[in-house]
């Protein structure tokens, strides 16, 4: 995993966000707007995942969409993940675009390491997920939701069930009393991912 950070490196703030290379054209974007949004000073820490479906997966799952079925390397890259956490002295936080964005989610299931989540446009219909999030107790207090107001239309069949399961997904922190948001933007799930990203992290730090 190759790693590319912004902000202030000594900030008590820090930022994890799992990207890939269309997150890294945006990214320099993405921290000046949580910079102009919260007006506190973060380090954010991107971390170039090599697979995405494999990489980002908590469990096994065929394809949804092209031939690549999903791994379930999560836990692995959780673990490599908490080798930037080491100062506990600072303050962690976890959120990420799509798949990443699920990641960040299921990452607040096995861990209290991160002080909030940052799901941006996640990929709840991912299978399975709903279940997960009923039957286990989430360990962070802060999450924030979204998706584009476009997103639930895909032709793809288990895409489409996207706005349903984050409407679920938010039911179920709200029924926890997790500190959360749903948010919905302008758009299908390929619109501004760079500034729903930062609104994310914004939301969070505010």
């Known amino acids: 995993m190759e790693i590319y950070e912004y902000g202030n490196p000594a900030a008590d703030i820090v930022l994890i966000q799992p990207v890939d290379e269309h997150d890294l054209e945006g990214i320099e974007n993405e921290a000046a707007i949580i910079a102009d949004d919260c007006g506190k000073e973060f380090r954010l820490i991107a971390v170039k995942i090599n ?5 980002l997966s908590p469990w096994e799952a065929s394809a949804v969409f092209g031939k690549k079925d999903f791994g379930k390397s999560a836990s692995d890259t959780l673990s490599e993940l908490f080798k930037l956490c080491s100062d506990r002295s600072k303050t962690y936080y976890i959120g990420g675009y799509s798949l990443a964005g699920l990641f960040a989610l299921w990452t607040a299931y096995q861990t209290d ?3 909030g989540v940052a799901a941006a446009s996640p990929s709840v219909w991912f299978p399975g997920f709903a279940d997960y999030m009923k039957e286990n107790e ?4 802060k999450v924030y939701l979204s998706l584009g107001n476009k997103e639930e239309k895909a032709r793809n069949p288990v895409m489409a069930t996207v706005g349903d399961r984050i409407r679920e997904a938010y039911g179920l922190l709200q029924d926890k009393n997790v ?3 749903l948010e919905w933007n302008e758009g299908n799930h390929f619109k501004d991912a760079d500034v729903r990203t ?6 969070l730090l505010k």
């Open 198 to 203: 930062a609104k994310a992290f914004a939301w």
């Open 179 to 181: 500190n959360c948001v």
């Open 138 to 141: 989430i360990k962070s207090n």
């Open 113 to 115: 390491v991160f002080a």
């Open 51 to 55: 697979d995405w479906n494999k990489d």
